[in-house]
């Protein structure tokens, strides 16, 4: 059975650090892509990074380069979310998502988690 847990959400200053974490379970991370997206009150959801280790390649959304980062811990099977500098305007509900059903790897990822909330807040 495909399972994807997120955890690592909270309440972080501006100017803060989260991670964020994706466990995935019933696939292998080498065959398949593992994204992030995210959607705040209001808004549409945005993708915001995706890692595939068989197409060698991490996306990451304008809005999030420079300061977010992705990685995989192959001994837990788990995607990792390293957000840095957050902003006020990174507070949304993140989600981890996988091509596992789609395939297409980055272009086929399809939410699959039921989100952590993160809030950048003063």
């Known amino acids: 059975q495909v399972q994807l847990v997120e955890s690592g959400g909270g309440v972080v200053q501006p100017g803060g650090s989260l991670r964020l974490s994706c466990a995935a379970s019933g696939f292998s991370l080498d065959y398949y892509a593992i994204g992030w997206f995210r959607q705040a009150p209001g808004k549409e959801r945005e993708g915001v990074a995706c890692?595939?280790?068989?197409?060698?390649?991490?996306t990451f959304a304008d809005s999030v380069k420079g300061r977010f980062t992705i990685s995989t811990d192959d001994t837990k099977s788990t995607v990792h979310l390293q957000m840095n500098s957050l902003r006020p305007d990174d507070t949304a509900t993140y989600y981890c998502a996988t091509d596992w059903r789609r395939g297409g790897g980055c272009r086929g990822l399809e939410v699959w988690g039921q989100g952590t909330p993160v809030t950048v807040s003063s």
């Open positions: 890692i595939s280790r068989a197409d060698r390649i991490t």
